[in-house]
């Protein structure tokens, strides 16, 4: 089992960057695929980025593309999502999963373990 605690959230202008952190403890980091997902007031959580577990492979959704970049850093235990060129669009709550499966998973219900989720707000 493996715990996951994400930071980094909060305020921004449009255009500003962000950058997300997800610690994870428990069992070993390398061994989970990583997966960042949000979820806007009165909508459903939906899919931003993944990644593999060894960080070789990734995958975004089309609304985040060019301006997200998942990465991992096995050694310290922590996933990252760089966020920038941001937009009033992209606020929600933002939430890293992890899962035992292999390969890059887009897939919400296809995550084992979530973070308790940390705010992002972007201002027009």
């Known amino acids: 089992q493996v715990q996951l605690v994400e930071s980094g959230g909060g305020l921004v202008q449009t255009g500003g960057s962000l950058r997300l952190s997800c610690a994870a403890s428990?069992?070993?980091?390398?061994?989970?695929?990583v997966g960042w997902f949000r979820q806007a007031p009165g909508k459903e959580r939906e899919f931003v980025a993944a990644?593999?577990?060894?960080?070789?492979?990734?995958n975004y959704a089309d609304s985040v593309k060019g301006r997200f970049t998942i990465s991992r850093d096995n050694a310290k235990n922590t996933g990252y999502l760089q966020m920038n060129s941001l937009k009033p669009e992209d606020t929600a709550v933002y939430y890293c999963?992890?899962?035992?499966?292999?390969?890059?998973?887009?897939?919400?219900?296809?995550?084992?373990?979530w973070g308790q989720g940390t705010q992002v707000t972007v201002s027009s």
């Open positions: 999963a992890a899962t035992g499966r292999l390969g890059v998973i887009i897939t919400t219900g296809l995550y084992d373990y």
């Open positions: 428990g069992r070993t980091f390398s061994r989970y695929s």
């Open positions: 990644m593999n577990r060894s960080g070789g492979s990734t």
